[in-house]
């Protein structure tokens, strides 16, 4: 395989060829329904399948990564956002998990236009949801029905919105991870009283989430962000 080779498959057959040509078929196979094509096995993926409180219509979920471009003032989507969401509902996924990072409050999120889940912000997001949906039932008919879940994301040490000077969203000290960012051991800690507080934009965020109508919530703990930071601080004293 090519340094920086890009892949551009539009059927199973391209995949298999390239399979082959890498002399990679013992490590990746591919199977076929018996006396049928590749083709004959998709309705499996297409038939119905209940997962927790949710009857999906299909098998196919898209996770799909924030596009940064909400409205870097305040927070709210854009008419690109809407063109994408709108876009996720037209591609035949009974089940969009988190549809994009959102951030719980604006000095939290990791980009200047990641869309931030506050109450100002619930009619635009609301309308995302409905044109979501909207294009769904256009493209697979009216009775179609769109599960969607919103991940809520605070950045933690990596926020981009803190105002300048402030201290870093430490939630402990590991040396490698403050060094990247300028920090040290004297670098001070987030208070007990400022956890608790990003706990209560959590909450305030699902409530906006909620009343915009997704159907769940995905709390986004990765990448050191708060939440993952907030789970791995073992040398932080006291409750957290």
């Known amino acids: 395989m090519a340094r920086g080779e890009y892949f551009n498959f539009k059927t199973l057959e391209d995949l298999a060829a390239r399979v082959t040509a890498l002399k990679l078929g013992g490590a990746i196979g591919f199977t076929e329904p018996a006396g049928g094509s ?15 409180p949710f009857m999906l219509a299909n098998r196919f979920v898209t996770h799909p990564m924030e596009g940064w471009d909400g409205d870097p003032v305040t927070g709210a989507p854009t008419a690109d956002l809407y063109r994408r969401w709108e ?6 996924c009974a089940l969009v998990w988190g549809v994009e990072a959102l951030a719980v409050d604006f000095p939290f999120r990791a ?5 931030v889940m506050v109450a100002a912000n619930t009619g635009p997001i609301a309308e995302g949801i409905a044109r979501m949906r909207a294009a769904h039932r256009r493209a697979f008919g009216p009775g179609a029905r769109l599960v969607i879940g919103a991940q809520l994301t605070c950045s933690g040490r990596y926020s981009y919105g803190r105002p300048a000077g402030s201290p870093l969203a430490l939630v402990y ?5 403050d060094r ?5 051991p004297d670098t001070p800690l987030m208070t007990d009283a400022q956890m608790e507080g990003v706990v209560e934009q959590y909450a305030a965020a699902a409530r906006v989430a909620r009343e915009a109508g997704f159907d769940f919530l995905d709390l986004k703990a990765c990448h050191r962000y708060w939440v993952n930071e907030t789970l791995a601080a073992k040398t932080r004293p006291g409750p957290y």
């Open 111 to 115: 980009n200047k236009n990641q869309v």
């Open 38 to 52: 590749a083709a004959a096995a998709w309705p499996a993926l297409a038939a119905p399948v209940q997962t927790g």
């Open 87 to 92: 876009r996720m509902g037209e591609s035949g």
């Open 180 to 184: 990247r960012l300028g920090a040290g």
């Open 173 to 177: 000290h590991h040396p490698e991870l």
